[in-house]
């Protein structure tokens, strides 16, 4: 099942939620976050943005990077292409690992930001989005010190997603009731309670 919705949604709040419910999750940014270890990732990117993206660690400096890709033309849809295909072995990998587990988990959920823009729904079973008002998620997002128009352009518009989406939640409110929904949804494709997981 893929997990999806625009930028200050609440996606990692819901995979999070379905995560303690019982179900097997994996979140796509972390799977990035991971992959700008890998030396051969890192070589990519700094020949197409030069130097200045390494940080004072040595390690790659994810909010230096963003900058410049932003700004950069192209920049966006070449990390896209460099990215995107890894992404996938990785989901492929998990996935399989957690289906060979005894006993399996009762549900998988991969959080997929850019699902629809990328064509990547028609891997899943089942596709849920959170999503929430523009005002609430710009407030979101600048909370965190980022730009919402930069990054929220790039989207698909908030109704085209639900229009799209299997199910929906419209997370506006308090996390209780995100939290309430993940869990009938838990319930819905796994079958059983949330929390009553076997294993």
């Known amino acids: 099942m893929a997990l999806t919705g625009g930028i200050g949604s609440g ?25 700008y270890g890998d030396p051969e990732v890192v070589d990519a990117v700094v020949r197409r943005f030069g130097p200045s993206v390494i940080g004072g660690d040595g390690r790659l400096d994810r909010r230096a990077l963003g900058a410049l890709a932003f700004a950069e033309p192209d920049g966006i849809a070449f ?14 990998a998990w996935a399989g690992a957690q289906r060979r587990r005894r006993p399996p988990p009762p549900l998988l959920v991969c959080e997929v930001p850019l699902l629809f823009e990328g064509g990547g729904e028609v891997r899943f079973d089942a596709v849920l989005v959170v999503s929430a008002s523009d005002a609430i998620r710009r407030s979101r997002v600048e909370a965190r010190g980022q730009r919402f128009a930069e990054r929220g352009d790039r989207q698909l518009p908030e109704e085209e997603k639900r229009a799209r989406a299997d199910r929906w939640f419209m997370n506006d409110g308090p996390l209780e009731a995100l939290a309430g929904w993940v869990a009938e949804r838990f319930r819905e494709y796994a079958g ?4 009553h997981a076997p294993g």
């Not at 990390?79 to 492929?92: C, K, M, N, Q, S």
């Open 11 to 35: 996606k990692s709040e819901a995979l999070d939620a379905f995560a303690r419910c019982g179900a097997a999750v994996l979140s796509s940014d972390e799977v990035v976050h991971d992959l």
């Open 192 to 195: 059983v309670p949330c929390g």
């Open 79 to 92: 990390l896209e292409r460099l990215l995107h295909p890894l992404v996938e072995d990785r989901r492929r």
